[in-house]
């Protein structure tokens, strides 16, 4: 009965986890700039990934093996934002332009003001 | 229909589609027309293959898998940040959109060879070592 249940947890986990990975794939073929491509990958595509290593603790069943998935869970949803952070921060410092639809830069003096 | 064959099928099912996720992020590999474009499909190539490890750990039963998929995170999210520092110290050196890495690599081997030595100095008509020293001396 458990085992069972923990089947179809492992199982929704896993299907989740590729959709999310999927729609980050298609996020980042579909918006048109770097900056918009990069909620894309690093969100969707965080969230993918996680909820797979997710699905492997659970699979697995017992306690140690569940809380290195969710360590490794936490590391990826830290570490994620950072990395997109730093390197939207590079392009934008060195001059790789928004695209033409977007309103709003507030960005673009900061160079300025420090 | 068992829970064993739906979780069967559901790992096919998104072995399947992490493929076609996995295609797609090549292609913006290929395409990506700036750099940082190709750095943003990379970090999203890493995850995907984090997530084909975690499949693969469940298939077949070993959870050391975990550890390798941790380290490979850890490896992406290095790249990433050595690759933004790379994006900013190179500045905004970028060609045409579509032929960037031949325009570079065209303008790189037709650039002149950047002159490194100086002229040659002239030589002082009175030198200062030693020998010089000593006929000063007499």
Known sequence: MIDGFLALLTAFLVLSGAGFALAAAIGLNRLPDLYTRMHAASKAGTVGSGLLL??????????????????????????????AHLLAMAAHRVGYPLHAESVRDEMKDYDKRI | MTAQMVLSFSIWLALVVLCVSFLM??????????????????DMLTGIVIGFIALIAIRTGFTLYIDIAISLGLVGFLATVAFARFVLSRGGREG??????KAEMIKALAAPVPETRRSPRKKPATGTGPAVRRKAKK
């Open chain 2, 25 to 42: 992020t090549v292609w913006r590999v290929i395409k990506g027309p700036t750099l940082p474009d190709r750095v943003v499909a990379l």
């Open chain 2, 96 to 101: 045409p959109p579509g032929e960037t890495a």
């Open chain 1, 54 to 83: 997710l699905a492997v603790g659970v699979h697995a069943g017992d306690l140690p093996t569940f809380a290195r998935a969710l360590a490794g869970f936490f590391f990826f949803v830290l570490t994620a934002p950072i990395s």
